[in-house]
């Protein structure tokens, strides 16, 4: 299986803040990266697929880039509802994976 | 409108089986797999498995290889996830998820089963 390692596990940061999390392929994945968003109690909200592309109706502050094995997912101004775990996802092989996850805490 | 609605909370045996069932409206439901996920209380998301609706054809993680079994009725819009052999360890709310698309993104989720493990 192809295994994602999402860097780092957390983070604190605060309202206004710039932040970017890390997901790593065990092997080449080309674009086929999707990331989610889940808060406490709730199913996960896709936020970025293939890699770079904008699910709609999520902010544009939410952008992903990367390809290969190097992928990352950046929200440009932290707003108050941010604050949640998020996920990466590989579908290049047909045995999806999820990286174990990034929880954005508040500073 | 897209929904996922699964069925209510389950309370097992160890050794027992238990089946989720995941029903579909809003879209074609033959025309997206549908994909399994769970979540250990406090831990990350973990990908069971897929099933294309149309032909049944599936996949299952390796973890999962021989206790777990996803079907569908077309004729009702819903799939099913069983699980045998259970174990605390499979304790977890359980997910159905639609794919979407060439990137195989789940777009749509069900709100979650909780299935507990306990003697």
């Known amino acids: 299986d192809i295994q994602m390692t999402q860097s780092p596990s957390s983070l604190s940061a605060s309202v206004g803040d710039r932040v970017t999390i890390t997901c790593r392929a065990s092997?080449?994945?080309?674009?086929?990266l999707n990331w989610y968003q889940q808060k406490a109690g709730k199913a996960p909200k896709l936020l970025i697929y293939?890699?770079?592309s904008l699910q709609s109706g999520v902010p544009s502050r939410f952008s992903g880039s990367g390809s290969g094995t190097d992928f990352t997912l950046t929200i440009s101004s932290l707003e108050p509802e941010d604050f949640a775990t998020y996920y990466c996802q590989q579908s290049y092989s047909t045995l999806r994976t999820f990286g174990q996850g990034t929880k954005v805490e508040i500073k | 409108q897209v929904q996922l609605v699964q069925s209510g909370a389950e309370v097992k045996k160890p050794g027992a089986s238990v089946k989720v069932s995941c029903k579909a409206s809003?879209?074609?439901?033959?025309?997206?797999?549908i994909n399994w996920v769970r979540q250990a209380t406090g831990q990350g998301l973990e990908w069971m498995g897929w099933?294309?609706?149309?032909?049944?054809?599936?996949g299952y993680a390796q973890k999962f290889q021989g206790r777990v079994t996803i079907t569908r009725n077309t004729s009702i819009s819903t799939a099913y996830m069983e699980l045998s052999s259970l174990r605390s360890e499979d304790t977890a709310v359980y997910y159905c998820?639609?794919?979407?698309?060439?990137?195989?993104?789940?777009?749509?989720w069900g709100q979650g089963t909780l299935v507990t493990v306990s003697s």
């Open positions: 809003g879209y074609t439901f033959t025309s997206y797999d």
């Open positions: 099933m294309n609706p149309n032909s049944g054809n599936t």
């Open positions: 998820a639609r794919v979407k698309g060439y990137s195989y993104r789940f777009d749509y």
């Open positions: 293939a890699a770079s």
């Open positions: 092997q080449r994945i080309s674009s086929s």
